[in-house]
């Protein structure tokens, strides 16, 4: 698979910050849709490119998708700011001029027809938030976040401390803590394991202090375009998934899938192929769908 690099300065407080992320294309004609992958809290685009199964990017693009593994501002290879301005309301409005952009044309593509966002957790949230606003979305891929807390939400909370080499206010997991709360015991091969583990990101006092914006179901109302929810069976963090599409009466398509054997970070898991083929398969009745009504 081809990749481009991508870097884009967007404004900021007192200046502009940078995003940085690679997209990644299928041989031939350049797909007319492009999918956003959006990590959550202490993750990056690596969360995407877990070795074996678990490599979401390859599936996608194996399957003719265009994506973008994103680093989310304050992860990753893009800016660090200062921890209290690394907010969600920040994380949406640099993924908004992303958005732009990609629709503009950027790395020397041509434009992107559409825009799908794909994200996990913290990252979904994001995404929610950016298709009531914005409308930057033509579809969503909501993974890892319900509107109900689970038993080991607080355990996450509690879980962090400040992340080595980084501004104040920047905070990880702690040592070990990644797979008592975020996987399902049996769950994981060794090596994706210890690759969870080995590529933690990080939060910022700034996100965990606004956090809360991404469970108002004001939000989740506004949507109006169809979402495809992705939830592990064995998530502790949130739950209550068979309420779920009751806080999302705009959309034109809601559609649930739950993946077995799986808790909060469904990619790490040995059936994380299974959502991967459903969604593969959701875009593409999507895009014919598009396609349909324009022609």
């Known amino acids: 698979m081809d990749s481009v690099p991508i870097r884009l300065d967007v404004p ?6 940078q995003l940085a992320g690679e997209l990644h294309l299928p041989q031939g004609e350049q797909p007319d849709t492009v999918q956003v992958l959006l990590s959550g809290l202490t993750y990056d685009r690596r969360y ?14 194996g399957d003719g998708h265009a994506v973008l593994a994103l680093d989310r501002i304050g992860t990753g290879g893009s800016s660090h700011p200062p921890a209290a301005e690394v907010t969600v309301q920040a994380n949406v409005d640099t993924l908004h001029e992303l958005v732009k952009a990609l629709r503009a044309g950027i790395g020397g593509l041509r434009p992107f027809a559409r825009v799908v966002a794909v994200g996990h957790s913290l990252g979904t949230g994001i995404a929610i938030i950016g298709a009531a606003r914005h409308r930057d979305f033509d579809a969503l891929v909501l993974t890892g976040l319900s509107h109900t807390l689970g038993p080991l939400y607080s355990e996450a ?3 962090l401390e400040p992340a080595a080499d980084l501004p104040a206010g920047y905070l990880t997991t702690a040592a070990g803590k990644r797979g008592l709360i975020y996987e399902h015991e049996g769950g994981v091969y060794p090596v994706a394991a210890d690759y969870h583990e080995a590529t933690k990101s990080t939060v910022t006092i700034g996100e965990g202090a606004t956090v809360d914006e991404i469970y108002r179901p004001d939000h989740a109302a ?9 939830m592990g069976r064995e998530d502790q963090l949130f739950v209550g998934v068979d309420k779920e599409r009751d806080y999302y009466p705009g959309s034109p398509d809601f559609d649930l899938f739950v993946v077995p054997e799986a808790a909060h970070s469904i990619n790490v898991h040995r059936t994380a192929h299974l959502w991967y083929a459903q969604a593969s398969r959701q875009l593409a009745r999507w895009a014919e769908s598009a396609r349909t009504t324009s022609a």
């Open 48 to 61: 995407w490119l877990v070795p074996g199964g678990g490599h979401y990017v390859r599936h996608m693009v």
């Open 222 to 230: 506004a949507v109006d375009v169809p979402v495809l929810l992705v």
């Open 157 to 159: 909370v509690g879980s």
């Open 12 to 17: 900021a407080p007192g200046g502009t910050w």
